[in-house]
């Protein structure tokens, strides 16, 4: 069965191909990110009226009421990394086992869809600074992992449509600019555009390519791949018209990093995002993907640049072949998803930026869209160290002014103080996939070296690109050795720093941190920088290009102001400034001419599912399910599914629910779920130590997501979370409010609540579940027994994922939140009306003690409805299976067919 709308013929290079044709249907003023999702809805079309009504809604863009319209997206592929890709496959195999266990066909649970994982969250920077620091590093990754990868191994064998891209090879977001994405995908005769749903925010980064793609959580992932669409709102559209050309001196980097400001301050969460203007069609296509693969951080869905001519060049530029590149443009053009530079949709607003305002800049010390001038970050620092270190989370005053403490380190006498850089990474496919910022950073490391300078001794440098392309170029082009000599040596290839993979610091310099409280810094070329994310020891995080990461490790401090002081003096005993080593554009231009060519990318990617000779090495389980082993440390069958019955249960109001947790604004998924490494006093880290493992086995819990019982204990565990149920302490802890008020772990009162049958709640902020489309950060609540979350506002993803796991998303009513009302996190919650409202949006009463108000349910579309009824989305997904052939709904291929 295809779509019930009419196909029509598109003849490329002799050869005849079926598409859903847009002529006819596509209002003329509707933004092209919308012409891709009435495309995907005609393609599924089943006839029903609900599908009429979402097509009639796209068709009908000018009209507001249709934005009130749910629409279901099909992926036409998933994208996942080893983090997110294991507990995803964990859950997979687990269906797989409840399939078996009702009398069902294990195989029935396979990905419908194409669903590439690339393993590169995993590779940590232990080893830095010295020439084998990468082979040192990869070693470690595989000892840790070892169990993981042999897990993930067993996936590629045991599922169709399922394919693992080994360790080694980059970071899954350039991979995807670089190599899998399709732009058109085509599918026996029929050819469609690449939708790409990633378990990552940053899947974004595609958006560059023309790429209609975004992110979502694991457990919206695992649903794409068994065939469930994503249930949406008809997003509104806001157009961002780009003027102008970039300044002298300034980067992609800072660009970006004003567009997160400014979209952040306009307001784009739960918004599609398109490029448009003038100053669209001169910009390079990783310039594109810079800016694309932060939407997250701006707070948008997605943010896409049309298909053009740069599009086109830039697949010949990475070794797609010409007859793909000649389909692609030929879809785009008949199906008007070609760019027109004189076209403006009917946006639902328009944001104005002209590139010749753009400075340098960074941006931090702890969100993605606090930018500073670079002329201010001397002044904004010293800010930092003697005013409040969380103004949002009402933490203490920081420490003050200068406190400087003498080391004798390894490479040279040095001291630190508050405000001293310890980590500078270059780092994240945010900026390692634009060659303009590399090649810069690469020769300013040269006119650094060749005037005598060094970077600091306490500051932990490292390159970790996103591409086996990036070291080629650098080392065609002579500049590695200038890193190098630097400190910046390749550490590995993956997220590493930008996901909180960095390792420990210099030793002497972590213990001074430690004992003399200092609050250091780290600088990053990334695109996340949230507290307790890069390293527990740095609560200054900032943002920056690669070039200015390299000005800060020399520099060696936040406090010295780099466009008015100098770096340091030269051989000769004159003074260097910034400006005096920073590069010529022409001669970047020059170099990159020269040296960023095809066969860079051919060769980078010839071989890629290969592996190397320890990826070959492993273990490789066989068999349709999963034999899990009851001793692993990281892999354990999750219990979502234990006690799961044939039909969904009633919905019961909430009542008598304790506060496990009330907390600020801009609560991150960093906060409710960790990544970092495993502290050795946390209760994870008890733990794993009580069941024999050292402290250099605990490993990260990005790690160990694998594990139901690791992450439970680490849910809500962020050494900065400020839970104001206990004020004043800073981590995972809160009052056990059904026993004496004591202040315990989180972990430890969410047993004593279930063990009592005590449902809990959390309160929060604005912008609750910002950051990484992390599902453990819905996973280990349900586990730990959350019903609700009652907060001002969510991030789209995390709103996304409660649901997926059966947490009842609430919204203070505008102009009230606990504060206004109150609430001291101590009362007794009750939620009434839960079994007698509508199955999507309206409000419930919210009882806290005496006092009761409305709060409004963010269930937004009929299909979040119904996975809340079910409990969530796995156990919905598991009924349906289980249901007789002729009650099941078709499924459908990519193609519609």
């Given amino acids: 069965m295809i779509g019930l709308h009419a196909a029509a013929a598109l003849d490329v290079d002799g050869r005849s191909y079926q598409i859903h044709a847009l002529a006819g249907r596509a209002p003329a003023e509707l933004p092209y990110t919308m012409r891709i999702v009435l495309e995907n809805l005609l393609r599924h079309d089943d006839g029903s009226d609900e599908r009429a009504a979402q097509i009639a809604a796209v068709c009908n863009w000018g009209d507001p009421a249709g934005h009130r319209q ?22 997979l195999a687990g269906l797989r086992d409840g399939l078996r266990r009702l009398g069902g066909d294990p195989a029935l649970v396979n990905p419908l869809v194409p669903a590439e994982l690339v393993i590169d969250h995993s590779i940590v920077a232990d080893y830095f600074g010295r020439p084998d620091a990468l082979a040192r590093n990869i070693e470690l990754e595989y000892q840790r992992n070892a169990e993981r990868y042999e897990f993930l191994r067993w996936g590629a064998e045991a599922f169709d449509n399922f394919t693992v891209v080994p360790p080694g090879n980059g970071i899954m977001h350039q991979i995807n600019l670089e190599y899998l994405a399709r732009v058109v995908m085509a599918d026996g005769e029929w050819v469609f555009p690449d939708l790409c749903l990633g378990t990552d925010s940053h899947t974004t980064m595609v958006n560059g390519l023309g790429v209609l793609g975004w992110g979502v959580g694991g457990i919206e992932a695992e649903s794409v791949m068994l065939g469930e669409p994503v249930s949406m709102l008809l997003p509104p559209v806001v157009g961002v018209r780009l003027a102008g050309t970039l300044p002298a001196g300034s980067t992609a980097t800072d660009l970006v990093l004003t567009i997160t400001e400014r979209l952040r301050a306009h307001g784009v969460v739960g918004s599609f995002v398109e490029y448009f203007g003038p100053g669209v069609s001169s910009m390079s296509l990783s310039t594109r993907a810079t800016i694309a693969n932060m939407s997250p951080e701006m707070g948008s869905t997605c943010g896409y640049f049309p298909i053009d001519a740069e599009t086109i060049s830039y697949l010949r530029l990475t070794g797609r072949p010409p007859e793909h590149r000649r389909l692609v443009e030929a ?62 989370q009402g933490a203490a005053a920081g420490p003050a002014a200068s406190r400087p403490v003498s080391l004798d380190l390894p490479t040279g006498p040095g001291e630190v103080d508050s405000g001293s850089v310890v980590i500078a990474a270059i780092t994240s496919c945010t900026n390692t996939a634009n060659p303009s910022v590399m090649v810069a950073a690469g020769l300013l490391a040269r006119n650094a070296v060749r005037r005598g300078l060094r970077s600091k001794p306490w500051v932990k440098t490292t390159l970790s690109p996103g591409s086996r392309v990036v070291t080629n170029y650098l080392d065609e082009t002579g500049l590695t050795k200038y890193l190098e000599q630097l400190g910046f040596h390749l550490a590995g290839f993956g997220c590493m720093t930008c ?57 060696g401090t936040m406090r010295l102001d780099l466009t008015r002081e100098p770096l340091g003096v030269d ?96 609560v991150t998924t960093d906060h409710i779920s960790p990544a970092g490494a495993i502290p050795v006093g946390s209760v994870a880290g008890r733990y794993l130590a009580g069941l024999g493992l050292t402290r250099q086995q605990l490993s990260s819990y990005a790690a160990r997501r694998g594990n139901h019982q690791v992450m439970m204990r680490g849910t809500f565990a962020n050494l ?89 998303p609430l919204e203070f009513l505008d102009g009230q939140n606990a504060g206004s009302l109150g609430l001291t996190g101590t009362e007794t919650i009750d939620i009434l009306g839960l079994a007698d409202r509508g199955e999507v949006g309206g409000s419930v009463i919210v009882r806290a003690d005496g006092q009761s108000f409305r709060a409004t349910v963010r269930i937004d579309t009929p299909r979040e409805a119904t996975y809340l009824r079910h409990g969530g989305v796995m156990p919905y997904v598991l009924r349906r299976m289980t249901r007789p052939a002729a009650e099941q709904r078709p499924t459908r291929s990519c193609s519609g067919t």
């Avoid at 010749?356 to 970050?377: F, M, N, W």
């Fill in 331 to 392: 879809y785009a053009r008949e199906q008007g998803l070609w760019h027109n530079p004189d076209f403006q949709a009917d946006y639902s607003s328009v944001v104005q930026i002209d590139l010749a305002d753009i400075e340098p800049s960074v941006a931090g010390p702890r969100r993605p869209q606090d930018r500073v001038s670079l002329a201010d970050v001397r002044r904004s620092v010293l800010v930092e160290l003697t005013g409040p270190s969380h103004p949002a």
């Fill in 571 to 666: 051989q000769a005993g004159r003074e260097v400034y910034l400006h005096d080593i920073w590069p010529d554009e022409r001669e970047v231009a020059g170099l990159i001419a020269t040296a960023v060519q095809p066969e860079k990318y051919q060769r980078a990617y010839r071989d890629i599912s290969a592996g190397d000779a320890r990826w070959n090495a492993l273990e490789r389980p066989s068999g349709e399910t999963f034999d899990w082993r009851p001793s692993s440390h990281y892999l354990r069958r999750a219990p979502y599914l234990d006690d799961m019955t044939g039909e969904p249960a009633i919905i019961e109001d909430i009542v008598g629910a304790r506060v496990l947790a009330l907390l600020g604004d801009s």
């Fill in 720 to 808: 900065r979370l400020q839970n104001q149920l206990v004020t004043g302490v800073e981590g995972g802890y809160t009052r056990n409010l059904a026993g004496s008020g004591e202040v315990v772990d989180i972990y430890r009162a969410a047993m004593a609540y279930r063990a009592a049958g005590t449902p809990q709640v959390v309160l929060a902020g604005r912008d609750y579940g910002t950051g990484s489309s992390r599902d453990w950060a819905a996973k280990g609540p349900a586990l730990l027994g959350v019903r609700a979350v009652l907060a001002q506002s969510f991030e789209r993803i995390h709103r996304s994922n409660l649901i997926g796991m059966g947490i009842l």
């Fill in 499 to 555: 996901i909180g993979a960095s390792g420990t610091l210099v030793d002497q310099v972590a213990a001074a941190v430690d004992e003399h409280n200092l609050t250091v810094a780290a600088v990053l070329s990334g695109n996340r920088n949230f507290e307790g994310r890069i390293n527990p020891s740095t609560r200054l995080n900032y943002l920056a290009s690669p070039p200015l990461v390299i000005a800060y490790a020399l520099a």
């Fill in 70 to 91: 749910s629409i279901d997206v099909h992926g036409t592929r998933v994208f996942l990394h080893d983090t997110n890709g294991v507990p995803a496959l964990v859950d």
